[in-house]
């Protein structure tokens, strides 16, 4: 049997939805405190020049400047949402339904409706 896949229309219109409804992945979270539940965010290169993991990238650009936009971890390799894998983007879909980080029931059952 093949491996399942996720066309690159689903994957945009997942990224689609996500940010016409503003729908923040990391939810009750922080950027980072989400992620280092998928990732080992000090395993991950940063840009190699000031920051040198992935945690003080995400860090500097989304907690102490906030210049990247929500839906930049959908286009960054490191974390494989847009790889040929479907794996990673479900994970990172699955995470984001998680009591942990969606604490509103009703925000978890409308999230499942769309």
Not at 45 to 71: F, K, M, S, V
Request: proline letters at 5%.
């Amino acid at each position: 049997m093949a491996p399942q896949q996720l066309t690159v229309v689903t994957r945009q219109r997942l990224q689609d939805l996500l940010v016409v409804e503003k729908v923040w992945w990391w939810g009750a979270l922080d950027e980072v405190r989400f992620l280092e539940r998928l990732y080992d965010l000090d395993a991950l290169e940063g840009d190699g020049y000031r920051r040198l993991t992935a945690r003080e990238d995400i860090w500097q650009h989304c907690i102490n400047n906030d210049d990247w936009l929500p839906e930049w971890v959908f286009t960054d390799a490191r974390f494989g949402l847009s790889s040929d894998s479907p794996q990673p983007l479900l994970n990172f879909l699955a995470e984001m339904l998680h009591p942990v980080v969606r604490r509103d029931p009703d925000e978890v059952q409308r999230l499942g409706d769309c």
